[in-house]
Structure formats: structure tokens, C-alpha cells
């Protein structure tokens, strides 16, 4: 069955250092990946998403994320990280037509000083 | 920019008690969704619609209905609550000529507690 993994549920990263969340994809056919943001007592909104073409994706707030078809990934990347990307993230993929969107677990992202 | 509204914000029943959560977008978009999240699950999709009168069952259907009564509205009804159901739900919409490429636009979420 198609599926999302996020395999870490919290990940603590520096002010300024870089961050890398993962996400490992189960799906038969071309995947269309997404990676939603959802601050605190907020809902989820689009951070980026992929479809087959280039397989780095440049997302807003100097995220970006890129596809692997032979690791079944679309990690998520910053460069140097900020306090208010204090958030959780979500991984997803689209299916069925692209009416029906499938989610990982999600993965906390804590910043420290 | 979408706009999706969800009431009431929290929600608190006893077991056995009949809880509707309301959603309204103002966007004219064909697609809405509820979906549940928990703390290990992500988000789970209950039900979604593609218009008015049209309902669709997602992966954990099991005590929900839901209806759309206008382009604009989709309800979620829980007609015996039960404790398994406290969670925070979310609506979304999203116009469905992306295909794949749709993208969800969510509500701020109802806090479920059931009792």
C-alpha cells in the first residue's frame, strides 16, 4: 500500500546550523511529494512539493527538498535554520487522481540558542 | 489566499453525545476534506467531497458521517462519540484541477475532547 515515513519524530537542531528531515515514500507509479508546515496552533500549509523534473525543489523560507526514485526519499533541507521554523512537518503524497493525500507522522522540529 | 474557517475552535462532549464540526471555505474550491490528527498517526483522512451532495470515504470512516451541503460547507457529525475520538480535526479544501499538483489549503482546527 502507498505510504509516508517520517522515521523521526523529533529532531532538536542549533540556531544556524543546517537540518535535514527525512521522509521515505511507498508508492507504485510516479510519486507526487509534498512537505506541509504546521506552526504551533496552526494548520498545515505548503512548504513545497515535487513533480517528476527536477529533482530539487526550492521551497519558501530557504527550504528546499530533493527526490531520490532509487532511496524512495524527498528529504527536506535548510541551510542555516531560525528560531520560528519551530514547527512540525509533514511529509505527504498525492494519490488517486491527486484527490486523496496520504501523511507521514510528522517530525517536531526544536530549535535551540 | 484560501480561506478555510472551522467552528467551533474546542469541543468538549461526554461519551454518547452528538458533536457536529462545521467547516466553510470561501475559495469556490471543488475538493474538501476533514481529516483527524494524533500524536504518532500525522493526519488520517476521514472523509472528503468533491461538490455538493457528494461524499467519499477516506481510511478511518468508522463513526463519522459527514455531509456538504453547499460548495462552500462540509459538516462532520459524530452521532455517539466515544473517547477514541478525542483528537484535533482539520477540514481542507483544495480545487482539484492540479491533479496530482493539488494543493491543501487547512483550516486552524477543532479540538475534540470526549469525555
Known amino acids: 500500500a502507498q505510504s509516508v515515513t517520517q522515521p523521526d519524530a523529533r529532531v532538536t537542531v542549533s540556531e544556524g546550523a543546517s537540518l535535514q528531515l527525512r521522509c521515505k515514500y511507498s508508492?507504485?507509479?510516479?510519486?507526487?511529494l509534498f512537505w506541509y508546515v504546521q506552526y504551533p496552533r496552526q494548520g498545515l500549509q505548503l512548504l513545497l512539493k515535487?513533480?517528476?523534473?527536477?529533482?530539487v525543489v526550492q521551497g519558501v523560507n530557504g527550504f528546499e527538498a530533493e527526490f531520490s526514485k532509487s532511496n524512495s526519499s524527498f528529504h527536506l533541507r535548510k541551510a542555516s535554520v531560525h528560531w520560528s521554523d519551530w514547527a512540525v512537518y509533514f511529509c505527504a503524497v498525492s494519490m488517486t487522481g491527486g484527490y486523496k493525500v496520504v501523511f507521514g507522522s510528522g517530525t517536531r522540529l526544536l530549535v535551540s540558542p | 489566499e484560501a480561506a478555510v474557517t472551522q467552528s467551533p475552535r474546542n469541543k468538549v462532549t461526554v461519551t454518547g453525545g452528538n458533536v457536529t464540526l462545521s467547516c466553510r471555505q470561501t475559495?469556490?474550491?471543488?475538493?474538501m476534506y476533514w481529516y483527524r490528527q494524533d500524536t504518532g498517526h500525522g493526519l488520517r483522512l476521514i472523509h472528503y467531497?468533491?461538490?455538493?451532495?457528494?461524499?467519499q470515504i477516506g481510511d478511518v470512516p468508522d463513526g463519522y458521517k459527514a455531509t456538504r451541503t453547499t460548495q462552500e460547507d462540509f459538516f462532520l457529525l459524530l452521532e455517539l462519540a466515544s473517547p477514541s475520538q478525542t483528537s484535533l480535526y482539520f477540514c481542507?479544501?483544495?480545487?482539484?484541477?492540479?491533479?496530482?499538483?493539488?494543493?491543501?489549503?487547512f483550516g486552524a482546527g477543532t479540538r475534540l475532547s470526549v469525555l
Open positions: 481542507a479544501s483544495s480545487d482539484g484541477t492540479g491533479g496530482y499538483q493539488n494543493t491543501l489549503y
Open positions: 515535487y513533480y517528476p523534473g527536477d529533482p
Open positions: 467531497s468533491y461538490g455538493a451532495g457528494n461524499l
Open positions: 475559495n469556490s474550491h471543488n475538493y
Open positions: 508508492y507504485f507509479g510516479t510519486p507526487y
